[in-house]
């Protein structure tokens, strides 16, 4: 059965949205099991382009919260850009926590592993936002 969200600009944004965060997803997950393998600090440009990915998506889901909120869009698509928007939040403040007790005890953050506690939570942000995207993507028939 095909739900109806609205106007058809409104439906192609919501359907880019939602295969970008799947694809985010994939991307997060391959990032958190390259991280799981241990200090990165080697690998020239791969923080750049991480962190322009990182806070294009934050950003990216703001716009599309607010732009989804305005549209009257159904409420179950506000679940993942506000998702995505609180755990970037809560990724961003446990590595500011992980960063700053590695420079007190004088121990720079390129030669550390990340904790691994960090890198199972990241796989699960990751897991969610593929498996909740695709769900939507089926549940408004796009897929």
């Known amino acids: 059965m095909k739900k109806d969200v609205g106007h058809k600009y409104h439906k192609n944004l919501l359907k880019t949205y939602l295969l970008v965060t799947f694809f985010y997803g994939i991307l997060g997950f391959l990032d958190a099991v390259f991280f799981s393998r241990g200090p990165v600090g080697n690998i020239n440009g791969y923080h750049y382009l991480a962190t322009i990915a990182f806070f294009s998506f934050f950003f990216f889901s703001i ?18 850009p506000t998702y995505t928007i609180i755990t970037k939040i809560a990724i961003v403040v446990s590595a500011l926590v992980w960063a700053s007790s590695l420079a007190r005890a004088q121990v720079t953050v390129d030669m550390q592993p990340v904790p691994l506690l960090l890198v199972y939570v990241a796989l ?9 995207s695709v ?5 408004f028939s796009y897929l």
Do not use: D, G, N
Request: with cysteine; aromatic share 22%.
């Open 63 to 80: 716009i599309a919260l607010i732009f989804f909120i305005q549209t009257k869009m159904p409420t179950i698509t506000l679940v993942l």
């Open 135 to 139: 769900y939507l993507l089926k549940k």
């Open 124 to 132: 699960a942000f990751s897991f969610f936002e593929c498996s909740f």
